[in-house]
């Protein structure tokens, strides 16, 4: 087609106040254009087979693997690399991502990405009516927690449900709802977190597995639980008695473990010193009756020798004695010397009381 433009622009160049061009002008360029001739059929019917069956190929990619429907109906699934299929509408092809961790948000909703998007560190927001969940205990408390799940079967995530991201959302909610029903809210706050997140993922494959979503729990994490704002001065209070009782009664088991040793001891000591003095004396009054009859067998063979010997021992162990005040007179002096008795130490006895009249 040859379109004389610059004859044109002449024409109109040459038209006083730039006048358009006249319908004969227009006619003579329709004319023209409809000598135009278009490439044959012959040419473009075989262009077109050509490019409906190159459309057929398609690339899978190492984390992908390739499910091709035939009229709608699931027929196989390809693995990674070039693979090809009967182009559309016969054939089509799906690649979901069966290693990718997916991620989905219960109880709150990291800002400025959506529910089942990467999470932005510290900020979020909260969801209550996900969140807010009743103990077995009748308490409420408010759990945020996320699951992380990946396609374990593309056939059936793609085919048996309509929403299988929906599905998973509500089966989780579920799970941890009957978890968190079961227990109370102590083990919920404190050191339960770990085993309601197990029984909380061991429910929530049950359900996908029956309802055959094609879906697997990877792991199920409870990210911030905490009682509601209504309530948390009376749960602190709680909570502050309840660390005072731990603390009180680490004290007292601290002074028992204190004293209980020691009483021990004291009384081991006791004992010990009992029998030390139970044999000391078992074994001097021994001593004393062998001493005893050894010193009697001796008087029956010599009496005065013995009676005399005994008298000066007896004697000799006064004198040596310090702690007894002696005096020592002759026997002159012992027959001049007046007895005394010091009736002021000895002690009185009490009047007996009068008889009443």
Known sequence: MNWDW???QKQQQGRPGGKPPNFDDFQDQ???FKKFN????KFIIPIFIVLWIASGFYIVEPDEVGVVKQFGQFNRITTAGPNYHIPFPVESVLTPKVTQIRRIEF???SVGTARSNNFQQGVSREVKEESLMLTGDENIV???FIVQYMIKDAEEYLFNVN????TLAHASEAAMREIIGKGKIDDALTTGKQEIQAETRVLMQNILDTYETGLSIVAVQMQNVHPPAE???AFKDVASAREDKSRFINEAEAYQRDILPNARGEAAHIVNAAQAYKEAKIRQSQGNAARFLSVLTEYSKAKEITRKRLYLETVESVLANPEVEKLIMSSEALKQSVPYLPLEKLPKKQAAPKAKQ
């Not at 929403?163 to 929906?166: G, L, Q």
Request: charged content about 40%; hydrophobic content about 35%; overall charge negative.
């Open 231 to 233: 309530v948390v001065d």
């Open 30 to 32: 329709l004319d023209k």
């Open 142 to 144: 408010s759990v945020q």
């Open 107 to 109: 109880g709150f909703r």
């Open 6 to 8: 610059e004859k044109l």
């Open 38 to 41: 278009l490439p044959s059929w």
């Open 163 to 166: 929403d299988p991201e929906k």
